[in-house]
């Protein structure tokens, strides 16, 4: 997605991130840029990759996001994905789930199921992994505001059946700094939110030193107007403000940091991706390694998802989308990405069809199995234009972090709307260069078909009869719990939150006592209270 500044300017290119692009690259503007690093793949500080061997060791995970209506539909998709191939599990709920209301709650009438999983209790976990070997394929929670109570949730249903928690791998996104900054399934405060995620990372390497309790996102920055080294940069500012939490409760740097992980954007200019990426990985090595002084050089691993890409899919001519995802995960490949959740062809529109995740599926799996994709680590390295780019792009990376810095940190900037601000202004010019065509964009403002095309795209219409079958489930859940123990464990909550604890013992009480999400937000929201938007003009 390369611009030319102004649509007499052909002459002049500027990709996303404000690097101008030459023509022509040589050695001598590496060394311009700041110079060649020779490190290799494996060592410190990882631009070429965290793992010595890469893909030749072991492919990418594939780990399509999926999940609607209710616990058993989302259970019999998993098993399809499986069946098909996928390596892993990343799972999509409600926004009544994610913003911590029951199925029954009048806040989610009509929400129940829509566009992911409903999840009241954990009898719903229980169904949806009913089945899955939780020790081959791993699990990520994309849940945010509520994402306390879920990994609870998803710790006491492995313990439940027989899995050892201490062993257990898996990821929960559970980063609600973007949130108020991208997409809004916030429930609390932002402090006591932030409190939350330091609440689940210490808990963690405490019980489940094996599991990543917080996937950093700059994917939904960059998706709500942020540009490409802003997407890092901010998501850095974010990371370092959990770490600062977790440092706070006197954990060790290395108990940790390592359990931290990236979920990044990959649409856009291939190029500006893959440097992206690559320069990314060497300023967040530098972050732990040097300013926190890690002692373990896998705590400076960036181990990061690459999604798909939302803004980058189209409405109009939605098969050039199969075109665009094969793309976005090449830059995923190329990029150096552990885990790939790539989007389909249909999200424009819909739930994914389970025609749509499998083409998503064997986009992946041609990548490993033809292209070659595997043969050799970080093939774009020691390219003139790559190297340069890395170089050019770390630049950028931290001047988004000084911006974030001069804004009073990132929780002060979320807390006073100024980052909000900030996004939102350059997702309105995004807008204004799509539809003036200095932002190119193939079907929409170029090569479009001239009449009205009929979309040859299949529906998920929302599952009324599936919404009433998962509030009933929640009412028998209530009719048939130990009711005294859920308010014993509710009583705990709440005088934990109270106190200042670490609520997460209490949550996984609670959850095991069959408390509903609801009930638990409640609670939490008693003693929090709820967040209110600050809209700053």
Same mark, same amino acid.
């Given at each position: 997605?390369?611009?030319?500044?102004?649509?007499?300017?052909?002459?002049?290119?500027?990709?996303?991130?404000?690097?101008?692009?030459?023509?022509?690259?040589?050695?001598?503007?590496?060394?311009?840029?700041?110079?060649?690093?020779?490190?290799?793949?494996?060592?410190?500080?990882?631009?070429?990759?965290?793992?010595?061997?890469?893909?030749?060791?072991?492919?990418?995970?594939?780990?399509?996001?999926?999940?609607?209506?209710?616990?058993?539909?989302?259970?019999?998709?998993?098993?399809?994905?499986?069946?098909?191939?996928?390596?892993?599990?990343?799972?999509?709920?409600?926004?009544?789930?994610?913003?911590?209301?029951?199925?029954?709650?009048?806040?989610?009438?009509?929400?129940?199921?829509?566009?992911?999983?409903?999840?009241?209790?954990?009898?719903?976990?229980?169904?949806?992994?009913?089945?899955?070997?939780?020790?081959?394929?791993?699990?990520?929670?994309?849940?945010?505001?509520?994402?306390?109570?879920?990994?609870?949730?998803?710790?006491?249903?492995?313990?439940?059946?027989?899995?050892?928690?201490?062993?257990?791998?898996?990821?929960?996104?559970?980063?609600?700094?973007?949130?108020?900054?991208?997409?809004?399934?916030?429930?609390?405060?932002?402090?006591?939110?932030?409190?939350?995620?330091?609440?689940?990372?210490?808990?963690?390497?405490?019980?489940?030193?094996?599991?990543?309790?917080?996937?950093?996102?700059?994917?939904?920055?960059?998706?709500?107007?942020?540009?490409?080294?802003?997407?890092?940069?901010?998501?850095?500012?974010?990371?370092?403000?959990?770490?600062?939490?977790?440092?706070?409760?006197?954990?060790?740097?290395?108990?940790?940091?390592?359990?931290?992980?990236?979920?990044?954007?990959?649409?856009?200019?291939?190029?500006?991706?893959?440097?992206?990426?690559?320069?990314?990985?060497?300023?967040?090595?530098?972050?732990?390694?040097?300013?926190?002084?890690?002692?373990?050089?896998?705590?400076?691993?960036?181990?990061?998802?690459?999604?798909?890409?939302?803004?980058?899919?189209?409405?109009?001519?939605?098969?050039?989308?199969?075109?665009?995802?094969?793309?976005?995960?090449?830059?995923?490949?190329?990029?150096?990405?552990?885990?790939?959740?790539?989007?389909?062809?249909?999200?424009?529109?819909?739930?994914?069809?389970?025609?749509?995740?499998?083409?998503?599926?064997? @986009?992946? /799996?041609?990548?490993?199995?033809? #292209?070659?994709?595997? &043969?050799? !680590? =970080?093939?774009? +390295? $020691?390219?003139?234009?790559?190297?340069?780019? @890395?170089? /050019?792009?770390?630049?950028?990376? #931290?001047?988004?972090? &000084?911006? !974030? =810095?001069?804004? +009073? $940190?990132?929780?002060?900037?979320?807390?006073?709307?100024?980052?909000?601000?900030?996004?939102?202004?350059?997702?309105?010019?995004?807008?204004?260069?799509?539809?003036?065509?200095?932002?190119?964009?193939?079907?929409?403002?170029?090569?479009?078909?001239?009449?009205?095309?009929?979309?040859?795209?299949?529906?998920?219409?929302?599952?009324?009869?599936?919404?009433?079958?998962?509030?009933?489930?929640?009412?028998?859940?209530?009719?048939?719990?130990?009711?005294?123990?859920?308010?014993?464990?509710?009583?705990?909550?709440?005088?934990?939150?109270?106190?200042?604890?670490?609520?997460?013992?209490?949550?996984?009480?609670?959850?095991?006592?069959?408390?509903?999400?609801?009930?638990?937000?409640?609670?939490?929201?008693?003693?929090?209270?709820?967040?209110?938007?600050?809209?700053?003009?």
């Amino acid at each position: 997605m390369n611009k030319h500044t102004s649509p007499e300017d052909v002459d002049r290119v500027v990709n996303e991130s404000g690097i101008e692009i030459k023509s022509l690259y040589t050695r001598h503007d590496i060394l311009e840029s700041g110079g060649i690093d020779e490190s290799r793949s494996g060592e410190a500080p990882f631009t070429r990759g965290i793992h010595s061997e890469m893909y030749r060791k072991r492919p990418w995970t594939m780990r399509q996001y999926t999940g609607f209506s209710n616990a058993a539909d989302t259970n019999e998709r998993f098993k399809y994905l499986i069946a098909n191939g996928q390596t892993g599990l990343n799972v999509a709920f409600d926004l009544a789930t994610q913003c911590g209301y029951d199925s029954d709650a009048p806040e989610a009438l009509g929400e129940a199921g829509r566009v992911g999983m409903a999840v009241d209790t954990l009898r719903d976990f229980e169904v949806a992994f009913d089945g899955i070997d939780l020790d081959r394929i791993t699990v990520s929670l994309t849940v945010n505001g509520s994402a306390a109570i879920l990994i609870a949730m998803y710790l006491a249903m492995a313990e439940k059946r027989g899995f050892n928690v201490a062993q257990l791998r898996g990821t929960a996104q559970n980063d609600i700094l973007k949130e108020f900054i991208g997409r809004g399934t916030w429930i609390f405060p932002v402090e006591p939110s932030v409190k939350l995620v330091a609440d689940t990372i210490e808990y963690c390497a405490e019980h489940a030193p094996k599991y990543s309790p917080v996937s950093i996102c700059g994917y939904h920055i960059r998706e709500s107007g942020a540009n490409p080294a802003e997407e890092m940069g901010f998501a850095f500012a974010i990371a370092k403000a959990y770490t600062d939490a977790a440092l706070a409760r006197g954990l060790d740097i290395d108990a940790f940091a390592n359990r931290l992980s990236f979920n990044f954007n990959i649409f856009g200019n291939l190029f500006e991706q893959v440097a992206k990426f690559r320069a990314g990985r060497r300023h967040w090595a530098k972050i732990i390694l040097d300013q926190y002084g890690a002692i373990d050089p896998k705590s400076g691993w960036m181990r990061m998802i690459a999604g798909g890409g939302g803004f980058g899919l189209t409405i109009e001519q939605p098969e050039n989308n199969i075109m665009r995802g094969a793309y976005y995960a090449l830059i995923a490949a190329l990029g150096g990405a552990q885990t790939m959740a790539l989007c389909c062809y249909d999200e424009a529109y819909t739930i994914p069809t389970p025609k749509a995740q499998r083409l998503s599926l064997r @986009t992946m /799996q041609l990548l490993i199995e033809e #292209v070659g994709l595997c &043969d050799t !680590v =970080d093939p774009l +390295g $020691g390219s003139y234009y790559v190297e340069t780019l @890395t170089n /050019q792009m770390e630049d950028k990376i #931290v001047e988004a972090m &000084d911006w !974030v =810095d001069q804004a +009073g $940190g990132i929780v002060q900037a979320v807390s006073d709307g100024t980052i909000q601000a900030k996004v939102s202004r350059q997702a309105y010019q995004r807008h204004r260069d799509l539809e003036s065509g200095v932002m190119r964009k193939v079907g929409v403002n170029c090569y479009e078909d001239g009449d009205e095309e009929d979309h040859q795209v299949e529906l998920h219409p929302y599952d009324q009869h599936g919404a009433k079958t998962q509030v009933a489930a929640l009412h028998k859940i209530r009719t048939e719990r130990d009711n005294a123990k859920v308010d014993a464990a509710l009583k705990r909550l709440r005088v934990d939150a109270e106190a200042g604890c670490n609520v997460m013992p209490a949550l996984v009480e609670a959850v095991k006592a069959y408390a509903s999400v609801g009930e638990m937000t409640e609670v939490l929201v008693g003693c929090y209270g709820r967040y209110k938007e600050k809209f700053v003009i």
